[in-house]
């Protein structure tokens, strides 16, 4: 009898079921295509990498991948790949061999990782050859030449066609050199691919390094990737244990880790999306019952029981919840699919999602059974559990009072008596529609409740991407470049000593312009920096030590000893990744080679003074640092530097400041560069966290918006009763229409007004204390300028047009139900049930 009953009461005000029906769908709908939307992106990434270069897994020699050295090159890989193409997981496998050499052209270099590969077997493993744009690949076996990103390409001003010379240590120590012809560039759309690497022929390879026979790896393209982990037991057993079998997450630890901070702020997003839905099933039940007060108590007075009463609630909340979940996965599902085959374009925002490897343009969500499962199960309960206080507010009603409507009347009374004997100058209707607020102050309560939790959800949203994105900039900016960088022309491309200017002048220039804090001049280059044990390439950075710490800060960060001073010339500073790579100590001696000004290979041997740790292993694993007259001399520069480095006392004044300086500096050949040109992976970055704030705001809205019209809608659609009567009495049917925009504008103001104060004093107070991230993070200092701890940060501007829009969408979609009751007969509109 109680699910007869409770499927009758559904059914019989079909109006009120379908709002809350719609409530249920919408969320879980949002939740399941946000949830596609971050698994879609995490797909394409490892899709891309893997299926480019890195493959699935790859075989080394144990311990080459913690320490890359020739030392612990393959001898017999003929062998160890028949061994391997022997499995039944693997569809193919090849052998590679790579190193790390400073690729150079003209005046232009940079330090890349050189691969020589098996063209034949390559082929098979990865799709790399299919993504040449220019020249062509390799023909066969006897073909030479290199094929390199287009990146590299645009770096060194290269086609295909020209000449690269590759400069590295060969498999004897010796220094190896080439000048080899570059047959084509390939295009990958990631930045490390397209950048950093360079493709030989197996052959040309072991030539130029001097190892007839040997090899560094077996990259492995397997059947299956999701069986990774059994793939990689049973080539350990094949290949023995001298060998170590590395899965894609270790090879790609970047995109291991971008995918770690996709699902990390996915969380943070779905939780609040969670907590958004479960308010929003809850206000539509909360009023479902209070309108029905009447209905229950004339139940309890015809003997119905407390339990009974109970159970019926809350299996009206079970139908309701299920029909919500049923149109819910249907329309949620069916949009993730839609967009899984049509795709989202989010070409306007190609420079942020290049800042995870393997993003493209287009993002393709992904359906997974699993995930819909959980979140129709999650919000199933949250239903549950939202109605099981009004079913225990309704089994715990007095009769009497319950059908007489007690305390809300006597209230409304009071007041209406106190406002008698005062003058308005307020509209009659208004006056009324005041009285109504405060007559059924629990259907008041219960709307602003709805409207202004959501307000708030929905400023925290803002306030959590508004504040990440600052510290991306900021935490960047501090460690490494200021704010702005007077330089030449190409200067951030080239690297180039020729592009180097006597800065005296524009030094003391730059020092009187309002708004700049500090400058300071550098010496900056690509280099090769060569240990006992390896070479790696880094960007060196002469810097005055006195006037660098008006700019950074990374005098700050040492770890073990201690800062650069002025006079030390011969003591260079590192990064600890990168004296990890390098496996170099406190004391010991680091060369560096690099191009000099003339033409000749600038070289000098420098003791490591102090290794510092910033939050980015980015800087830490790519920089050394030595005092502007050592690095001078090196270079052959003289007196000259390469750039001038700028802190302005509000960053948000950079392109005023660059503006004012560009007229100046224009005379003399230079420019001044902004942050994002300075720091181009933390600008595509914070386009990233932009780009996807766009998508899950637009989503968010829809939510938030659809949540507090429908509290609005059914505020107002249970009072055709009312509105019959007071027609019945002769009020017009625009006065009522008038009426209840006063209402809705009063609630919303007010709702309004409690949302953005809670919501910014909960942005404020999470921006003192922090929200504390790092548990869901292993390494988040891999992406430049990310911190474990988040402290969000409130811009009023954002919130202007999404919470006008919120308000009128509340106020316009108040005026159906009001427009439809005034339009019924009296007598129809308070028999309606």
């Given at each position: ?322 029909a919500g979940l049923l149109l819910g996965n249907i329309v949620g599902v069916g949009t993730t699919a839609a967009f899984g085959r049509a795709g989202i374009d989010l070409g306007a925002f190609e420079a942020g999602l290049r800042a995870m490897p393997g993003l493209a343009d287009v993002i393709y969500p992904v359906v997974r059974a ?243 740790a910033t939050e980015s292993s980015a800087f830490d694993g790519a920089m050394v640092f030595v005092t502007l007259a050592a690095s001078q001399r090196m270079l052959g520069l003289g007196q000259r530097v390469s750039s001038i480095n700028l802190r302005l006392s509000d960053r948000a004044d950079v392109d005023a400041a660059a503006a ?174």
């Amino acid at each position: 009898m109680i699910w007869t009953l409770a499927s009758r009461n559904v059914m019989r005000n079909r109006r009120r079921s379908v709002i809350t029906v719609l409530s249920i769908a919408v969320g879980l709908a949002a939740l399941t295509f946000l949830w596609g939307f971050v698994d879609g992106m995490n797909r394409q990434m490892v899709n891309n990498t893997t299926r480019y270069f890195a493959a699935d897994l790859q075989l080394h020699l144990k311990g080459y991948h913690d320490d890359p050295s020739l030392d612990r090159a393959i001898e017999t890989g003929a062998r160890l790949l028949d061994q391997v193409t022997a499995d039944p997981s693997v569809v193919a496998a090849t052998l590679r061999l790579e190193t790390t050499v400073l690729a150079s052209r003209a005046d232009r270099s940079r330090g890349i990782m050189a691969f020589g590969v098996d063209t034949a077997g390559e082929a098979r493993v990865t799709d790399l050859f299919k993504a040449i744009v220019d020249g062509r690949g390799f023909n066969g076996t006897g073909d030479s030449g290199v094929l390199i990103g287009e990146g590299m390409a645009e770096a060194l001003a290269l086609r295909a066609g020209d000449e690269l010379v590759l400069v590295g240590q060969a498999f004897d120590g010796s220094v190896a050199s080439a000048r080899v012809p570059v047959r084509g560039v390939f295009r990958t759309k990631i930045d490390d691919l397209d950048g950093y690497v360079a493709v030989m022929p197996m052959a040309a390879m072991r030539e130029f390094l001097s190892a007839p026979d040997a090899a560094t790896a077996v990259a492995v393209r397997l059947r299956d990737r999701g069986a990774m982990g059994a793939a990689e037991q049973s080539l350990s057993a094949r290949a023995g244990g001298a060998y170590e079998v590395i899965g894609w997450p270790v090879l790609l630890p970047m995109v291991a880790i971008s995918i770690r901070f996709h699902e990390v702020m996915g969380f943070v997003v779905l939780t609040i999306f969670f907590v958004m839905v479960a308010a929003g099933v809850a206000n539509p039940v909360l009023m479902a019952v209070l309108e029905r007060t009447r209905e229950f108590g004339i139940m309890l007075a015809l003997g119905t029981t407390q339990s009974m009463l109970f159970r019926l609630v809350v299996a009206e909340a079970l139908l309701l919840g299920a029909a919500g979940l049923l149109l819910g996965n249907i329309v949620g599902v069916g949009t993730t699919a839609a967009f899984g085959r049509a795709g989202i374009d989010l070409g306007a925002f190609e420079a942020g999602l290049r800042a995870m490897p393997g993003l493209a343009d287009v993002i393709y969500p992904v359906v997974r059974a699993d995930r819909s499962l959980v979140i129709s199960l999650l919000v199933l309960l949250i239903a549950l559990v939202m109605a099981l206080y009004p079913a225990f507010r309704a089994a715990t009603l007095e009769p009497v009072a319950a059908i007489r409507g007690v305390g809300e009347r006597a209230f409304g009374r009071r007041r209406e008596r106190q406002g008698a004997s005062r003058k308005s100058i307020l509209p009659v209707f208004a006056r009324i529609a005041g009285r109504n607020l405060l007559r059924n102050r629990k259907r008041s309560a219960i709307t602003v409740f709805g409207a202004s939790f959501a307000i708030v959800a929905y400023v925290f949203l803002y306030g959590f991407f508004d504040g990440f994105g600052e510290q991306l900039v900021d935490n960047s900016t501090r460690y490494v470049t200021g704010h702005l960088q007077i330089e030449r022309e190409g200067l951030r491309r080239d690297l180039a000593p020729e592009l180097a200017f006597d800065g005296s002048a524009a030094l003391a220039a730059v020092r009187d312009q309002p708004g700049i804090l500090a400058a300071a001049p550098r010496v900056q280059a690509q280099a090769l920096a060569t240990s006992a044990t390896k070479s790696l390439g880094v960007l060196l950075y002469g810097v005055d030590p006195a006037l660098e710490r008006g700019i950074t800060i990374l005098h700050r960060t040492f770890v073990e000893g201690r800062a650069l001073e002025q006079g030390a010339d011969r003591d260079i500073v590192i990064g600890r990744r990168l004296a990890e790579k390098l496996g170099i100590r406190l004391g010991e001696k680091l060369v560096l080679m690099a191009p000099g000004l003339a033409g000749e290979l600038g070289t000098a041997a420098f003791r490591v003074r102090g290794i510092f740790a910033t939050e980015s292993s980015a800087f830490d694993g790519a920089m050394v640092f030595v005092t502007l007259a050592a690095s001078q001399r090196m270079l052959g520069l003289g007196q000259r530097v390469s750039s001038i480095n700028l802190r302005l006392s509000d960053r948000a004044d950079v392109d005023a400041a660059a503006a004012r300086l560009a007229p100046g500096l224009a005379k003399a050949g230079l420019i001044a560069s902004t942050w994002p040109r300075l720091l181009p992976r933390v600008a595509d970055m914070l386009g990233l966290v932009r780009s996807i704030r766009t998508v899950i705001v637009a989503v968010f809205f829809l939510v938030v918006a659809l949540a507090v019209m429908n509290t609005v809608f059914m505020a107002v659609a249970e009072r055709t009763r009312e509105f019959g009567v007071m027609m019945a009495l002769g009020t017009p049917p625009d006065a009522i229409v008038r009426m209840v925009v006063y209402e809705t504008v009063a609630l919303m103001l007010v709702a309004s007004a409690i949302g953005y104060a809670v919501g910014a004093a909960v942005v404020a107070l999470f921006g003192t204390i922090g929200l504390d991230l790092s548990g869901f993070y292993r390494d988040y200092s891999a992406i430049p300028g990310l911190t474990g701890i988040v402290y969000p940060r409130l811009v009023a501007g954002n919130l202007v047009g999404p919470g006008v829009g919120l308000f009128m969408a509340s106020v316009a979609v108040s005026l159906y139900p009001a427009v439809r009751a005034a339009r019924l007969d009296p007598s129809a509109a308070i028999r309606h049930g």
